[in-house]
Antibody
Framework: QVTLRESGPALVKPTQTLTLTCTFS??????????VSWVRQPPGKALEWLAL???????SYSASLKTRLTISKDTSKNQVVLSMTNVDPVDTATYFC?????????????????WGQGVLVTVSS | SYVLTQPPSVSVAPGQTARITCWGD??????VHWYQQKTGQAPVLVIY???DRPSGIPERFSGSNSGSTATLTISRVEAGDEADYYC????????FGGGTKLTVL
């Protein structure tokens, strides 16, 4: 059974660094073809993909947020961590992590088959 | 950057067929995936690789991709299908459409 759970602060002040952790079970990021992504959703708005990390530690980032994001993994803890620097109120959103299918045909056409429940992060002074 | 365009809303009566479109610059070159998101919940994958259903998704959900437009079709719509639906492709990075709110009248 695949599960993912996001954790992190509910409230962050502007200009601070936001650090979110995705703890997962039911699969391993040491397995070829496994990946985990982060996706966010501002209140009442659409989904926005942020970053992805592959089993071999390859990383991809949103072009618009690339300079502010860092994704990493700790395979011994089954965790993926996303850091976002210099946060602003516009970064207020629910942040989801999702297992990403990126193997075979889907290496070039990845999709997200399991999602965490998300964590709401508010950026406010 | 690549943009996916969806209609903001679609309304349909129970028992009828709902069609939600997703237009991209050239969807014919990209594989489209679809997600259902009910209020306050995480998204759920309902169609992957244009037309395949994950296990547990009813056969009433189907997908197609022709030219620049992909379509999610929900047959015999039920009240429980009311949700936001998002299409998604990969263009070196993940790209989501703006979402379509399905209202069951």
């Amino acid at each position: 059974q695949v599960t993912l759970r996001e954790s992190g602060p509910a409230l962050v002040k502007p200009t601070q660094t936001l650090t979110l952790t995705c703890t997962f079970s039911g699969f391993s990021l040491t397995t070829s073809g496994m990946s985990v992504s982060w996706v966010r959703q501002p209140p009442g708005k659409a989904l926005e993909w942020l970053a992805l990390i592959d089993w071999d530690d390859a990383k991809s980032y949103s072009a618009s947020l690339k300079t502010r994001l860092t994704i990493s993994k700790d395979t011994s803890k089954n965790q993926v961590v996303l850091s976002m620097t210099n946060v602003d109120p516009v970064d207020t959103a629910t942040y989801f992590c999702a297992r990403t299918v990126k193997v075979g045909y889907n290496y070039r056409h990845p999709y997200f088959d399991y999602w965490g429940q998300g964590v709401l992060v508010t950026v406010s002074s | 950057s690549y943009v996916l365009t969806q209609p903001p809303s679609v309304s349909v009566a129970p028992g009828q067929t709902a069609r939600i479109t997703c237009w991209g610059d050239n969807n014919g070159g990209k594989t489209v995936h679809w997600y259902q998101q009910k209020t306050g919940q995480a998204p759920v994958l309902v169609i992957y690789d244009d037309r395949d259903r994950p296990s547990g998704i009813p056969e009433r959900f189907s997908g197609s991709n022709s030219g620049s437009t992909a379509t999610l079709t929900i047959s015999r719509v039920e009240a429980g299908d009311e949700a936001d639906y998002y299409c998604q492709v990969w263009d070196s990075r993940g790209v989501f459409g703006g979402g379509t709110k399905l209202t069951v009248l």
